[in-house]
């Protein structure tokens, strides 16, 4: 089951809050939608720099400190 578009921001803008604070995730939202870019690409060159052995270890100790 699909999760609904109003359920995706809702979930983002909870995440958002917690991580950022009311002023910096203003602060996210207005560079977003001032920026033309593509977030594929953005997150591409990110990973474009990290490892495989990098990034399985960031997943195993995500995965050990947010359990399902």
Not at 34 to 39: F, V
Not at 46 to 59: E, P
């Amino acid at each position: 089951m699909m999760t609904s578009t109003a359920e995706i921001m809702d979930l983002g803008m909870n995440c958002l809050l917690e991580k950022l604070g009311t002023v910096e995730t203003e602060h996210f939202i207005s560079v977003i939608l001032r920026e033309k870019s593509d977030y594929t690409k953005w997150r591409q060159k990110y990973f474009d720099n990290v490892s495989s052995d990098d990034f399985q270890a960031a997943a195993v100790a995500y995965a050990k400190d947010n359990p399902l």
